[in-house]
């Protein structure tokens, strides 16, 4: 069974730049999470989706983070413009449904916004 | 609300030496508990779980005991090995907020041989 899939896994820019991630959460997973990581702290959740449509964004910073899973499978997130502290590990991960307890995490894409 | 909190890091042993990684939560209700492995540029995997109290959860050598009466799930293992070294995090899923994860911080093991 493949895993999540992200891309890119590195990506570097200057700030006020635009950037966007991509993940492939597994086949038939109903729910989808990003999550930004910092180094030194845990995950901390921006946004989750159960098939198309968002359960919660109440911590992601709508005035310059975006997020869509238009068909209910793949998903984007995006950022613009960067900032300094947008530097991070966002992780991707999906579950069978918001009830199910176990989340499968991606490899995350590692951000560095100079 | 919710919170989770384990012991800060790094923590460095030597191979076949006792750990214990602390976690102690706070919770309304009856949380599931979690301990998940982040090995080096890879992404978190699910080590191991518990749903009730006094439930122990075990996995590849790892175990983690659910006590309400202290609201700890501290995580031991009894000889690591080098292969052990990660960053390993606790969680807890509530009865409330979407199931979410809330995450402790993260403590990172170095293990030498």
């Known amino acids: 069974e493949a895993g999540v899939a992200q891309s890119p896994r590195y990506k570097i820019i200057e700030k006020r730049q635009s950037v966007a991630f991509w993940c492939n959460p597994i086949?038939?997973?109903?729910?989808l999470y990003w999550y930004q990581q910092i180094l030194g702290q845990g995950p901390k959740l921006l946004i989750q989706?159960?098939?198309?449509?968002?359960?919660?964004d109440s911590q992601l910073p709508k005035d310059r983070f975006s997020a869509e899973r238009l068909k209910g499978v793949d998903s984007t997130l995006k950022i613009q413009p960067a900032k300094l502290e947008d530097s991070a590990v966002y992780l991707c991960?999906?579950?069978?449904?918001?009830?199910?307890?176990?989340?499968?995490f991606g490899p995350g894409t590692r951000l560095l916004v100079l | 609300g919710n919170s989770v909190t384990q012991m800060e890091g790094p923590v460095t042993l030597s191979e076949e030496a006792f750990l214990t990684i602390n976690c102690t939560y706070t919770?309304?209700?009856?949380?599931?508990l979690f301990w998940y492995v982040q090995y080096p540029g890879e992404g978190l995997q699910l080590l191991l779980k518990?749903?009730?109290a006094d439930d122990k959860g075990s996995n590849k050598g790892f175990e983690a005991t659910y006590r309400k009466e202290t609201t700890s799930f501290h995580l031991e293992k009894g000889s690591v090995q080098v292969s052990d070294s990660a960053v390993y995090f606790c969680?807890?899923?509530?009865?409330?907020?979407?199931?979410?994860?809330?995450w402790g911080a993260g403590t990172k093991l170095i293990i030498k041989p």
């Open positions: 991960a999906s579950s069978l449904s918001t009830e199910t307890e176990t989340q499968y």
């Open positions: 086949s038939g997973h109903a729910t």
């Open positions: 989706f159960q098939n198309n449509g968002v359960v919660d």
């Open positions: 919770a309304t209700g009856y949380p599931s």
């Open positions: 518990a749903t009730k």
């Open positions: 969680a807890l899923r509530g009865m409330d907020s979407n199931y979410q994860l809330i």
